[in-house]
């Protein structure tokens, strides 16, 4: 019983480790880069302004995305009690 337990925690941590080093981390990379580009040109404004709509874009994104994993672990945790 407590191998099944141990095996079902190690898929569990898979799953964690995969959504923040895969899913997560690709919003984190892009913020970073979009903050990369004002920061080289600061006085182009236009273009900044839509880099800044981009990075608008991009937080949302990343908010929703740990929304899903906030619910898919919340999820996971109520399918094993059952």
């Given at each position: 019983m407590?191998?099944?337990?141990?095996?079902?925690?190690?898929?569990?941590?898979?799953?964690?480790?995969?959504?923040?080093?895969?899913?997560?981390?690709?919003?984190?990379?892009?913020?970073?880069?979009?903050?990369?580009?004002?920061?080289?040109?600061?006085?182009?404004?236009?273009?900044?302004?839509?880099?800044?709509?981009?990075?608008?874009?991009?937080?949302?994104?990343?908010?929703?995305?740990?929304?899903?994993?906030?619910?898919?672990?919340?999820?996971?945790?109520?399918?094993?009690?059952?």
């Amino acid at each position: 019983m407590i191998n099944e337990e141990l095996l079902k925690f190690q898929d569990y941590l898979d799953a964690c480790s995969f959504i923040t080093s895969h899913i997560l981390r690709a919003h984190v990379a892009r913020i970073i880069g979009l903050i990369s580009l004002i920061k080289s040109n600061p006085n182009n404004v236009t273009e900044n302004d839509e880099i800044l709509l981009k990075l608008k874009k991009e937080i949302r994104d990343l908010n929703r995305a740990m929304k899903e994993t906030k619910k898919l672990i919340a999820e996971s945790f109520l399918l094993e009690d059952n």
